[in-house]
């Protein structure tokens, strides 16, 4: 039992260690549903304890707002903060008054009932998964009458009361995603926002907050996150009043949607999470949720894949794929991925998308030489696409200009040459789920690259008349259903999320994918402090890395080969630069690392994560991972003496009694080694830039 009952109209959500308690405030037409509580577990009987039924006065009453610890603020009476749910209904009223009608309750979910006698039904459901609380609307039309929504948030937390507060969170561009923001949260309202109609490079919906004294390992840290991967909002208000809620959901300012009788609306989850061990026990509590609750495969070892992207470009043909298909079965590869430029008259960006058959100039007889050549030197087959993407010079466009995002009468502003097609439109994604099925069946595909390069502009849809801002939604939907289709008609296929890069990373698309592609940089150095970002809620299975070439062709960085597999062996390994230039002793050190990557792969990919000492990318730094009895260290130094780096890297989580042994034989308790520290090489502190080294250990006592 998840969802306990604590008082007359309260409730307790409760996980292994912590405690969500909420419910009735004050009933009748102004009903406040409220949250009392969200910290450590309590035990049963003194859940009761933090819930107070008298609605809360400030001062003398005449300014208080009535939207303080509400789960659910809307617009409407004395509610002056950000609003979670703003409704016109007929004739231009804004005011949402809601009565509490009911509460339905089973043991893991709850759903409180209220209604406007306008007509809107409002269902704010809890659901306890893991040690996360899920959180979401329904809404239903019951009136006459349409109405028109504004912000429709999932859901508003309220972070206890601290003497101060602080957050954490990813914010950055292409090529630099999940960059790390920590600050002090300031008095007013902070907004993360996505208005690309993708998650976006610029913010990923979650925040952490915990008091200003929270460390790696210690310290109580609230996270909230939106799993969602078309637009979205996150605000942070820290009232002068001193409290903190954070408030989220899918849409951005602007668009409103229009609910028509009897229709319903359902917001995507949004997730709380409220963990004590600082934000490294916040991160692993999230991968945690993330494989129980999210991902479709969490337990699948993800292979070591090759990909062509980086080696040839556009310049892709059967012959040359072929060739680094033979050197990347050589090294071990298990998947081999063909990347852009295999389809229609795709030479460059500026056409083909759309068309989705072999080029015939490329590839005169199809895909099948290619493929059944790559299943005989005992890899798998993968193929890139971008499904949502059209280029006006297409087949495609030719035929079918309406099914792009479009206003009548204003410009189409292409982006990469490309414009987006209207998943809202059930011919577009049945065309999709045509194509992809067939792709799947006629070559026995076992994997999709699903790219999406580009933001919305002029994000019409002139056949849905007053519907249609709702694509804002219905284009992420109609990309979830047609990924959800492909998965159920082919439960072999496995997806990658990839969006220019790390676009469309989140819990919604993980939801339906198993791997997502962190950022087109693929600079070993820069992508320390990429992955550090990404590990704060995603677990390091779905984090898919490649080694490329050296210098880096987005940087031009010369780069040690041990180190970019050793930065790229943190997460789901891929190989992606021109093998065909590789040196004889490179691609042998190429093989013996990607032979131990094997060997610890499921310590990795399934592993505790624990972020050791460092500054990602900038001083020496170290991350670890454990599972059953082994731990696996990987660490960086990625500058010489200049930044001298510690002699010693300490463990953590380790059995403080155990016996740990290293292959050369060396024994260490598990205390020595997070007390003391695991020595380093020498040469890993003094030598030249870039230094690496990976530690396996076994437990093989206590
Ligand atoms: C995007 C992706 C890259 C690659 C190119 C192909 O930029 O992020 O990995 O697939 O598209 O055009």
Known sequence: MNILRVGDSAWAAVTKSSAFVFGLEAAGEDSRVVQWYWGPRLPDEALAEVVRQAPRRIHSGFHDPRDVDELLPVEGGARWGVPSLQVTYEGGVRSVELTFAEAVVSDSEIELVLRDPLGLRVGLHVRVASEVVERWVS?????????????????????????????????????????????????????????????????????????????????????????????????????????????????????????????????????????????????????????????????????????????????????????????????????????????????????????????????????????????????????WVEPEMVNPDSDLYREHPDWVLHYPGRRRDTLRHQLVLNYGRADVREWAIGWLSGLVSEYGLDYFKWDMNR???????????????????????????????????????????????????????????DEVWTSDNTDARDRQAIQEGYSYLYPACAMSAWVTDSPNPHTRREVPLAYRFHMAMAGALGIGGDLTRWSAEELEQARSLVAAYKAVRPVIQHGRLHRLAGDPGITASAVQYSHEDRVVVLAYNPFALAKRPPRRVRLAGLDPSAIYESAEGERWHGQTLMSHGLELPTWFIAGPDYRSEMVVLRRVSG
């Open 139 to 383: 809404l239903t039309n019951e009136g006459e009458h349409a109405v028109r929504l504004g912000r429709v948030d999932s859901g508003s937390w309220v972070i206890p009361e601290r003497a101060g507060y602080r957050y954490t969170g990813v914010a950055g561009a292409w090529a630099q995603e999940t960059q790390l923001h920590r600050a002090e949260l300031a008095v007013g309202e902070t907004t993360f926002t996505s208005r690309t109609g993708t998650t976006s490079h610029r913010a990923n919906p979650w925040i952490m907050i915990d008091a200003g004294d929270a460390t790696e390992e210690l310290g109580e840290v609230w996270s909230v996150a939106l799993a969602w991967s078309g637009s979205w909002r996150l605000t942070a208000q820290r009232r002068p009043e001193g409290d903190v809620a954070v408030t989220a959901g899918f849409g951005h300012d602007g668009p409103t949607w229009h609910l028509a009788p009897g229709e319903s609306l359902l917001t995507p989850p949004v997730l709380g999470l409220r963990t004590c061990g600082g934000y490294g026990a916040a991160s692993r509590a999230w991968h945690d949720y993330a494989r129980h609750h999210v991902l479709p495969t969490p337990f699948e070892e993800r292979p070591v894949l090759y990909n062509s992207w980086e080696a040839t470009w556009f310049d892709v043909h059967e012959e040359g794929q072929i060739e680094l298909a033979r050197r990347a079965a050589d090294l071990g590869v298990e998947l081999f991925v063909v990347d852009d430029g295999w389809f229609g008259g795709r030479v460059d960006d500026r056409r083909g998308l759309g068309d989705w058959w072999p080029n015939p100039d490329r590839f005169p007889r199809g895909l099948s030489k290619l493929f059944d050549t790559v299943r005989e030197l005992g890899m798998r087959a993968g193929l």
């Open 455 to 513: 933001s919305f502009t002029q994000a019409g849809w002139p056949d849905a008349g007053e519907r249609a801002d709702l694509l804002w939604i219905e284009h992420t939907r109609g990309v979830y259903a047609v990924l959800d289709t492909l998965r159920e008609r082919h439960p072999g296929l496995r997806i990658e999320s990839c969006s220019g890069g790390g676009g469309r990373v989140d819990f919604g698309i993980l939801r339906r994918t």
